[in-house]
């Protein structure tokens, strides 16, 4: 069974654009989550989709935002990119609500 | 909301040898709680969870001790290999719920 993928790996992009991380979840899984890795911090919440809703987020500014497609695929948009937005971006899924959420590789954003 | 605190930040074992990590949470209400294990390049990944209805639960080497009461739950590490290097991160969440709050994550170094 395929796990969680995420694209691109890497991501480079200056102050003031826009960037777009995408996640494919397990087969099967509806509910998609983003988290943000910064250099040394811990995984802080973003957001939660669950059949094709937004159902949370967590406390980052309305630059954050994001869908799920009706394939449960999902992505992240980030626009007007700031320095400290660099970080690791990880995509979670989980079946339905069910806490046991499983991780993709991340996409590594670098904003210059 | 959930707060979780996990110590150490950095563990440093002899090959063989057991290696603890302890977290703590505040809200008395979480009643789920995962341990992921974080390789450099690579995603978190899930590696064994206890619920609250149980005081611990063994997988192989790996175990996990809960504490309701205290609030705080225990990751242990019994004849630590060169391959369990890696960063662990504690989590705390109430089942059924969509957030996951994690923490600070330790970085685990067996030294061969």
């Known amino acids: 069974e395929a796990g969680v993928t995420q694209s691109p790996t890497h991501l480079i992009k200056t102050r003031g654009q826009q960037a777009t991380l995408r996640c494919s979840p397990i087969?099967?899984?509806?509910?998609v989550y983003w988290y943000q890795q910064a250099l040394g911090l811990g995984l802080q919440f973003l957001l939660w989709?669950?059949?094709?809703?937004?159902?949370n987020r967590g406390n980052f500014p309305p630059r954050f935002s994001g869908r799920q497609f009706p394939n449960y695929s999902s992505e992240l948009n980030v626009n007007a990119l700031e320095l400290e937005d660099s970080a690791l971006y990880l995509c979670a899924s989980s079946w339905d609500r069910l806490n046991e959420q499983f991780f993709g590789p991340g996409t590594r954003l670098t904003v210059l | 909301g959930e707060n979780v605190e996990q110590h150490p930040s950095t563990l440093s074992v002899q090959e063989g040898d057991s290696a603890v990590i302890k977290c703590t949470y505040s809200?008395?209400?979480?009643?789920?709680f995962p341990w992921y294990k974080q390789e450099l390049g690579k995603g978190p990944q899930l590696i064994i969870d206890?619920?609250?209805?149980?005081g611990e639960k063994k997988d192989q080497r790996i175990a996990v001790t809960l504490n309701k009461t205290a609030k705080h739950f225990s990751l242990h590490i019994t004849e630590t290999q060169p391959e369990d290097s890696a960063v662990y991160f504690c989590a705390a969440s109430e089942w059924n719920d969509y957030k996951l709050s994690f923490g600070a994550g330790t970085t685990v170094t067996v030294r061969a």
């Open positions: 206890i619920r609250s209805n149980v």
């Open positions: 809200d008395s209400a979480s009643n789920y």
């Open positions: 087969s099967g899984h509806t509910s």
């Open positions: 989709y669950d059949e094709g809703e937004e159902r």
